[in-house]
């Protein structure tokens, strides 16, 4: 089945994910083992000081950026029906997207910081009917920047775009595409009440964080990366793949077709154009008039071909 005719659903999802099961549980760890070892760090510095700074613990953001892209792009492969290799593809999409999940990962730390900043000024200044304007108007704006983090994060492990380009066709998508992230975060949300619902029924700190740390080490970062990238694949490979590689495939059929008839010869150029110049002939294999014939015959003795 091409890539084209492929079918997308739920059971597509489940058997592509859980045939390479033990494949992403190693790429999962691959991505845990710096987030604990950086988290472990801040939260020491932290117990050290007895200052919790939540613009420091937002630094995770740009730092795991790259290691996030390593598991958007086992995903996408994944997504792909492709073999995956899962250190060797987490290391590519690492090397191979570096710099544009650093600068991702700086403008999420800003979005991220400054809606902090801006809701805790408006709680302490204003009164409740400004604070729910402004719940709802923050609200909007993050489900625009999500949506388009949602497209871009994908669309820059499957595209060879510049920057520039992955946004402006990550804001298109945005509507094109809406469905499928809907999709994604009403699965975000429907996980995030079942963790929720453990925590009420563990009541207890350390079954708590146990479960959390388990959850965290063997399943929920690749899980969730897999779900956003599967859903935002779909629209994607629609919009912007299959139309790009169908004019790749246009343009190197032109390609082929002027190389056949650049081997024309002078001589079979001449019987050709011999007739009415209305009239169509093959042309190495494509029909045109013989007015062209004459035309490409003209330019060819022009340039002393033989």
């Known amino acids: 089945m091409s ?3 492929r079918k997308y ?3 597509d999802f489940l058997s592509g994910y859980f045939g390479n099961f033990g494949k992403m549980l190693i790429v999962n760890l691959l991505y ?3 987030l604990a070892v950086l ?3 801040l939260f020491a510095v932290f117990y050290i000081t007895g200052v919790i700074n939540i613009f420091v613990l937002f630094l995770l953001i740009p730092v795991m950026s790259p290691f996030f892209m390593g598991m958007v792009y086992v995903c996408r492969k994944v997504t792909e029906r492709k073999k995956i290799y899962p250190w060797k593809d987490f290391q590519k999409g690492i090397r191979d997207n570096w710099k544009f999940s650093l600068v991702n990962g700086l ?3 800003a979005v991220t910081s400054g809606l902090y900043v801006t809701f805790a000024y408006f709680r302490e200044h204003l009164d409740n009917s400004f604070i729910m304007m402004y719940l709802i108007l923050s609200a909007l704006v993050t489900l625009v920047f999500v949506c388009v983090e949602l497209s871009i994060v994908v669309m820059a492990v499957s595209v060879e775009l510049k920057g520039s380009e992955l946004l402006k066709n990550s804001v298109l998508l945005i509507i094109q595409g809406f469905w499928q992230h809907i999709k994604t975060l009403l699965t ?4 995030s009440s079942l963790l929720f619902s453990v925590a009420v029924a563990a009541n207890n700190m350390v079954v708590l964080l146990a479960t959390a ?3 965290t ?3 929920l970062p690749m899980f969730l990366t897999h779900i956003m990238v599967y859903n935002s694949y779909q629209t994607i490979e629609r919009i912007v793949i299959l139309p790009y590689k169908d004019a790749s495939r246009k343009q190197e059929l032109q390609q082929e077709q002027r190389q056949k008839e650049e081997k024309i010869t002078i001589e079979e150029l001449e019987i050709l154009s011999k007739g009415k110049a209305d009239e169509y002939v093959s042309l190495a294999g494509r029909m045109v008039k013989r007015s062209t014939v004459k035309k490409m015959l003209e330019t060819k003795k022009a340039k002393g071909e033989e």
């Open 39 to 41: 988290a472990g760090m």
């Open 3 to 5: 890539q084209g005719q």
């Open 188 to 191: 975000y949300l429907f996980v």
């Open 107 to 109: 403008i999420m730390y």
């Open 32 to 34: 845990c083992i710096p």
């Open 213 to 215: 740390g388990i959850l």
């Open 217 to 219: 080490l063997f399943l």
């Open 9 to 11: 659903g739920l059971s």
